[in-house]
């Protein structure tokens, strides 16, 4: 039959059914399926006056079918691999979470934070304050050492160290 005479409706009563079967045995979901059909047949409809008019109407839309389900099943391969992909990299990023979990040492970590709390809170106060309680805490000079070096009086480097503990004291108090 030429393929001037072919009518859209006796195409779709006499074929319609088979290829979508056809289509279903490949990409294996009938939505699928019929959406591909339904997509050659249109193709071929509207570009029927192109084709030759000795054009095998059903094995040219079959092989159009075929290469649509050949399209969808590698797009469907090419998605299966990046979802692989992205499941190994997710069990990637799972695994060193759980590592870098496994490793941590709670107390380094308040450690280190403490340390930088305090630093802060010193960084706040006046300088001789800072000096005097580094020299008593990290030098371990006595009061006495400390007020002979600046030329202050004892009472002064003992009300300095009470103001910066007085800082700490309000500033990790989370921490104890």
């Not at 409706?9 to 074929?15: A, R, T």
């Not at 056809?22 to 084709?51: C, H, P």
């Not at 001789?128 to 006595?142: D, P, V």
Request: glycine share 0%.
């Amino acid at each position: 039959m030429e393929v001037e005479n072919w009518s859209f409706n006796l195409l779709f009563l006499n074929h319609y059914k088979k290829f979508v079967r056809f289509a279903y045995n490949y990409v294996r979901d009938m939505v699928t399926a019929e959406d591909i059909v339904s997509g050659a047949i249109i193709y071929f409809w509207e570009n029927r006056k192109r084709l030759p008019d000795d054009t095998d109407v059903p094995a040219y839309i079959v092989t159009s079918i075929k290469n649509k389900c050949i399209d969808h099943l590698k797009h469907a391969r090419m998605k299966e691999k990046v979802l692989s992909e992205m499941a190994s990299d997710a069990q990637w990023d799972l695994n060193m979470r759980i590592t870098t979990l496994e490793a941590l040492e709670p107390s380094e970590l308040y450690t280190k934070e403490i340390y930088e709390k305090v630093n802060k809170t010193l960084l706040r106060l006046p300088e001789k304050t800072q000096l005097i309680f580094r020299k008593s805490r990290f030098e371990n000079r006595t009061n006495k050492e400390i007020a002979e070096s600046l030329d202050i009086s004892l009472k002064t480097v003992e009300a300095h160290i009470t103001n910066v503990i007085k800082a700490l004291r309000k500033e990790l108090k989370d921490y104890f």
